[in-house]
């Protein structure tokens, strides 16, 4: 079982370029999410998506943009990256009900330079 | 106000004895989901355990058990006969259901502890 699978696993950027991280799960999960993990700040949501068509900001969302056009995708695209982007990405997927916990791909290392 | 609070950045425990690590959280709501999750040093986020707020019985899995205190806003892990696999990163994390709008599915994470087992 493929669960959720992040591309790339590490990433170096120069300031300024843009970038897609890419988020695919196959577990038909109606929710989706991308977090960032820095050191001491724990997991900091950046954009969530509650189906297809649905996407909405968390608590970081300035320089990121989502899209979720299918139920499977959840790509994460860095508009104009800076240094203080620099972090571990971590995309998630969850069903609608309560108790289910959240599945989370095995993250992203990005470096801007 | 932070929703989840994780007081004790560091924990250091000896191999086969329990450690409990805290969590305190902060909402109005009625119905609310809390999760522990571990994260060694590999890197991946693991599923630990879970309690709903109208659970009426602490969670149990194996090893791990939640002492939910309602009233007190309060979900400790607690982690019996510690192993050096245990040594990770561990986080609360809560699930709001409201009502008045917005997501029902975000996850607010505390900061985190690290928990070393020593030998």
């Known amino acids: 079982n493929a669960g959720v699978t992040q591309t790339p696993k590490f990433q170096v950027l120069k300031t300024g370029q843009s970038m897609t991280l890419q988020c695919a799960q196959d577990m038909n999960h109606e929710y989706m999410s991308w977090y960032r993990q820095d050191p001491g700040m724990g997991l900091r949501l950046i954009h969530y998506s509650v189906g297809a068509g649905i996407t909405d900001q968390g608590e970081v969302p300035n320089g990121y943009n989502v899209s979720r056009s299918t139920t499977e995708d959840f790509p994460l695209r860095l508009l104009s990256a800076a240094p203080s982007q620099t972090s571990v990405y971590f995309c998630?997927?969850?069903?609608?009900?309560?108790?289910?916990?959240?599945?989370f791909g095995d993250g992203t290392r990005l470096s801007i330079l | 106000a932070q929703k989840i609070t994780q007081t004790q950045p560091g924990m250091f425990v000896q191999e086969k004895e329990a450690v409990t690590l805290d969590c305190t959280y902060d909402t109005s709501d009625q119905s609310y989901g809390l999760f522990w999750y571990k994260q060694p040093s590999s890197g991946e986020m693991i599923f630990l355990i879970y309690q709903g707020s109208y659970d009426e019985q602490n969670a149990t899995e194996g090893r791990y058990s939640l002492n939910f205190q309602k009233a007190r806003k309060s979900a400790n892990l607690v982690i019996s006969a510690s192993q050096l696999g245990d040594s990770a990163m561990y986080f609360c994390a809560m699930r709001e259901v409201s009502y008045s709008g917005g997501s029902n599915y975000k996850l607010t994470f505390g900061k985190g502890t690290l928990l070393t087992v020593n030998p």
């Open positions: 998630a997927s969850s069903n609608g009900f309560l108790g289910q916990p959240q599945h």
